[in-house]
């Protein structure tokens, strides 16, 4: 047998054995030849292709699995005799009751009788944060759903019906308004991840998770994250402004740039989108989400629907106040660089909207175009105020928070009236002439017919 040589060594062993057969060199021709070694060569090739990238090795992967809140807890909605305030804010009536919201609690009934007002039954209502009042039914947010009460007789509620994530449902454009969920199946409230160790291969480069699906594919908790809440809750999410319009109207933010216009009739729920796009438009113009800023308040007076808000950072805030003029709806766009506004009221003979920044009083007055919806000037009064609520009183604005303020605005000046250091409260409604206002352990109401002599009424 032939001595291989170096240089034969670099060489498939088929051409070897082909170049020393004398049988297949005498018998092909040298043309035929080659194509038959690049044949044999591309076949070696890819036999070596195969033993270099098909491969299997052990490994370990791992996959995150939703946690959905469990709602049953949030959404049991019951009544209890007696519970203090703890955070209230808003203040309804009808001709029966006054109720009073507490935030994230629930809300305080009051029943009216000749003899004055007496606590009657607290209905909690876990994360409440705004509600709104159509004859004996109470119209509720609970965490994201909106849920309808007939109280007509308060001691014994039913809910009549529930909307499941209503506040949770923007659109793409402001997605981030939203508490994370999945459709059909709920807010998630956290992840887990498990982790699998098996076989992969160049063609299997992923693990069977299918059991693992099965196992932790509905996981669920009854605990909700703290993250989702604040030490100021109105800056959460959800977003759940809410106005009552003509008789039983509710109107609440719609998923982009709308109202969504609330009713229940005859047994039935029903919610009609009107956007800014909406041809005819109604009286109200809908809300416009700014792309840098959320609402966190949201109420009917004056004829006017006001839209407070701030920005990102904290240190801004606008105020949208959108009123009815002649056929047309005209939107007035109220911007403070340095403060998110706590509350606002309306001037008529001033042309003015009067702002509570949480430290001072401002102005902001009106083009005298009443169809341009222009803001002509800004003023700080300069006053020194910790309020958080202000109503008008004929040519007068009163201000309440540790204690009660009168003043007389004008132009350039607001010339304080009268303070009354013995009347505090952290919400009020003006009802005529009648003030009723809450603090932290009652509900009192105050004759205002003469801002210079305020008393309560016993």
């Known amino acids: ?10 060489l498939p062993v088929y051409f070897i054995l082909f170049s020393e057969n004398p049988i297949f060199a005498k018998q092909l021709p040298m043309k035929q030849l080659f194509a038959l070694f690049a044949v044999l060569f591309l076949l070696g090739c890819e036999d070596h292709y195969e033993d270099t990238y098909s491969y299997s090795k052990l490994t370990t992967q791992s996959k995150q699995y939703p946690v959905f809140l469990d709602m049953s807890e949030v959404g049991n909605i019951q009544v209890k005799e007696l519970s203090p305030f703890a955070d209230p804010f808003k203040i309804l009536s009808n001709d029966k009751y ?15 009788k000749q003899a004055g007002t007496s606590y ?22 609970n965490l994201v759903d909106l849920v309808i009460i007939d109280v007509s007789n308060p001691l014994k509620i ?37 982790s699998i160790q098996g076989m992969i291969t160049g063609t299997q480069p992923d693990l069977d998770f299918s059991a693992y699906d099965l196992l932790y594919g509905n996981l669920t908790t009854k605990v909700i994250p703290e993250s989702w809440f604040s030490n100021y809750p109105e800056n959460d999410k959800p977003y759940v402004g809410m106005v009552k319009m003509g008789a039983d109207e509710i109107y609440t933010y719609g998923p982009y740039n709308s109202w969504a216009i609330c009713t229940y ?20 113009a809908p809300p416009y ?15 006017m629907i006001y839209i407070l808000g701030t920005g990102y950072n904290l240190q801004n ?46 102005a902001a007055f009106k083009s005298k175009d009443p169809t341009s919806g222009y803001m002509e000037r800004y003023k700080d009064y300069g006053i020194n105020t910790d309020a958080a609520e202000i109503v008008r009183a004929g040519d007068k604005v009163i201000t309440l928070g ?8 004008s132009q350039d000046e607001l010339r304080l009236v009268r303070e009354y250091p013995g009347i505090s409260g952290t919400c009020c409604k003006k009802e005529g002439n009648t003030l009723a206002v809450v603090n932290q352990s009652r509900l009192s109401f105050y004759d205002i017919s003469d801002p210079e002599n305020i008393h309560l009424i016993p």
Not at 320 to 345: A, G, M, N
């Open 1 to 10: 047998m032939k001595k291989i040589t170096s240089q034969e060594q670099r």
């Open 98 to 112: 006054y109720f009073v919201g507490d935030r994230l609690n629930g809300v305080h009934v009051f029943e009216k």
């Open 289 to 303: 989400y700014y792309s840098d800023a959320w609402p966190v308040k949201t109420y009917f007076e004056d004829s």
């Open 317 to 362: 805030g606008y105020c949208d106040c959108i009123l009815y003029h002649e056929s047309y709806p005209v939107s007035y766009h109220l911007y403070f660089k340095t403060f998110k506004p706590l509350d606002v009221t309306y001037l008529p003979d001033m042309n003015a909207y009067i702002a509570l920044s949480g430290t001072s009083v401002w």
């Open 402 to 409: 540790k204690e009660l303020r009168v003043y007389s605005p």
């Open 120 to 141: 009657l039954c607290f209905i909690a209502c876990r994360y409440l944060k705004d509600f709104e009042l159509a004859d004996n039914r109470l119209f509720c947010n």
């Open 265 to 284: 009739r005859s047994g039935t729920f029903s919610a009609r989108e009107e956007d800014l796009w909406t041809n005819p438009r109604g009286k109200y």
């Open 158 to 194: 039913n809910v009549l019906n529930r909307q499941t994530n209503f506040f949770n449902r923007y659109t793409s454009y402001k997605k981030e308004w939203n508490i994370p969920y999945v459709e059909g199946k709920g807010l998630i409230a956290g992840t887990e991840t498990h």
